[in-house]
């Protein structure tokens, strides 16, 4: 074999190679997504109370609710629902130990914490932390602060103000 087809071949072997590690890869990544490792951590049980203790929430939410905001007509005025079942309190956490705030039965707002984050009160609450952050003008960057309070479940009664207090 001459030079010029030992390094054709060297480099087709070098090519297949390539193609090759990224789909084994790809493989294990769906086949750790499909069969889930095996668990050390003993599941909540919830036979005495429906809120899991220790604030052990992350997972245990069935589906979680969002907020969406449009208008009936799409026109103007912009109001606020939830979709989705109604808001469940998981439990405080480290990063959701705020106070809820309930009327006619539901969920409808949160006093934040220090220390709260949008992600830690959307697992709480069973929510899309996104779609609060979105209802309630807090950019996605922009940290909470404690005695801010967030809408949970808009009144779509009420219009939307599509623009932060300052």
């Given at each position: 074999?001459?030079?010029?087809?030992?390094i054709?071949?060297?480099?087709?072997a070098l090519?297949?190679a390539?193609?090759?590690?990224?789909?084994?890869?790809t493989?294990?990544?769906?086949?750790s997504s499909?069969?889930?490792a095996p668990?050390?951590?003993?599941?909540?049980?919830?036979a005495?109370?429906?809120?899991?203790?220790?604030?052990q929430?992350?997972g245990?939410?069935g589906?979680?609710?969002?907020?969406?905001?449009?208008s009936?007509?799409?026109?103007?005025p912009?109001s606020?629902r939830?979709?989705?079942?109604d808001?469940v309190d998981m439990g405080?956490?480290?990063?959701?130990?705020?106070?809820?705030?309930?009327?006619g039965?539901?969920?409808?707002?949160?006093?934040?914490?220090?220390g709260?984050?949008?992600?830690g009160?959307?697992?709480?609450?069973?929510i899309d932390y996104m779609?609060?952050s979105l209802?309630?003008?807090?950019?996605?960057y922009?940290?909470?602060?404690?005695?801010?309070?967030?809408t949970?479940?808009?009144?779509?009664a009420?219009?939307?103000?599509?623009s932060?207090?300052?």
């Amino acid at each position: 074999m001459n030079r010029a087809a030992k390094i054709t071949t060297a480099v087709s072997a070098l090519a297949v190679a390539g193609l090759a590690v990224p789909a084994f890869s790809t493989i294990g990544t769906v086949v750790s997504s499909v069969i889930p490792a095996p668990s050390s951590t003993p599941p909540v049980s919830t036979a005495e109370t429906s809120v899991p203790q220790g604030g052990q929430f992350a997972g245990n939410c069935g589906q979680n609710s969002r907020i969406e905001v449009s208008s009936s007509d799409g026109a103007a005025p912009l109001s606020g629902r939830l979709i989705g079942p109604d808001l469940v309190d998981m439990g405080a956490s480290d990063t959701a130990s705020g106070t809820p705030i309930s009327a006619g039965g539901r969920i409808v707002s949160y006093t934040v914490a220090e220390g709260d984050t949008l992600v830690g009160i959307g697992e709480r609450f069973c929510i899309d932390y996104m779609t609060v952050s979105l209802y309630n003008n807090v950019p996605a960057y922009d940290r909470i602060a404690a005695g801010d309070r967030l809408t949970l479940h808009p009144d779509p009664a009420i219009e939307w103000e599509s623009s932060r207090a300052t």
